[in-house]
Every structure is written in structure tokens, then in C-alpha cells.
Nanobody, 115 residues
């Protein structure tokens, strides 16, 4: 059984930065794919950034140049560095991982960008 746990969310002013972390726990893990998703009230969860491996990443258009996804394979951890945050970045951020082909989700961490 794989468990994911996000951390690093919080309240930040526009223009500020946050770094989200997500760690996977479980024996013999081999996470292939990592993704960060965002959900706002009344809307579906949307992909913000993902990493198929160390060399292949993808970003949603509105976060390009501001967000960076990175991974520590040996630690089964993924990060999302978020800079120049805007109010529209507000939402619950969820970590997603594929391990041996099965998807897993974390419980989410709230990010609020407000003055």
C-alpha cells in the first residue's frame, strides 16, 4: 500500500513563494510518474505540473515560468516550487503518483494567495 502526504501549503501574499513537498511511503516503492493537481470549489481537479521522469516535465500554461516540479527518486519525493504566486493559484493542491501502474493520491494541501 502506497501512501502520499503533501506539505508546505499556506497563506501567502501575491508575488510570494511556496514550496510544496510530497513523499510516498511504502515498502519497495518505484514511483514512475509524479503530478501536482489543483482543485478549487465547484471545479474539477486540474493538472498543474507533472514529471514522467527526471528529463520530461509538463506545465499548465498559466504556471509556466513560475512553477518548477522536481523529484528525488531515491527519497520517493516530489516538490513543486511556486514563485510569483497569484490569487488565481489559490486552491487545494494534490500530489499524484503512479507506482507499478497504479495511481495514488495524497489528501491535499491548501494554498491561499491573498493580500
Amino acid at each position: 500500500q502506497v501512501q502520499l502526504m503533501e506539505s508546505g501549503g499556506g497563506l501567502v501574499e501575491p508575488g510570494g513563494s511556496l514550496r510544496l513537498s510530497c513523499s510516498a511511503s511504502g515498502s519497495g516503492l518505484r514511483v514512475n510518474y509524479w503530478g501536482w493537481y489543483r482543485q478549487t470549489p465547484g471545479n474539477q481537479r486540474e493538472l498543474v505540473a507533472d514529471s514522467a521522469d527526471e528529463y520530461h516535465t509538463h506545465y499548465e500554461e498559466s504556471v509556466k515560468g513560475r512553477f518548477t516540479i522536481s523529484r528525488e527518486n531515491g527519497e520517493n519525493t516530489v516538490y513543486l516550487e511556486m514563485n510569483d504566486l497569484k490569487p488565481e493559484d489559490t486552491g487545494v493542491y494534490y500530489c499524484n503518483a503512479l507506482e507499478s501502474g497504479a495511481p495514488y493520491w495524497g489528501p491535499g494541501t491548501q494554498v491561499t494567495v491573498s493580500s
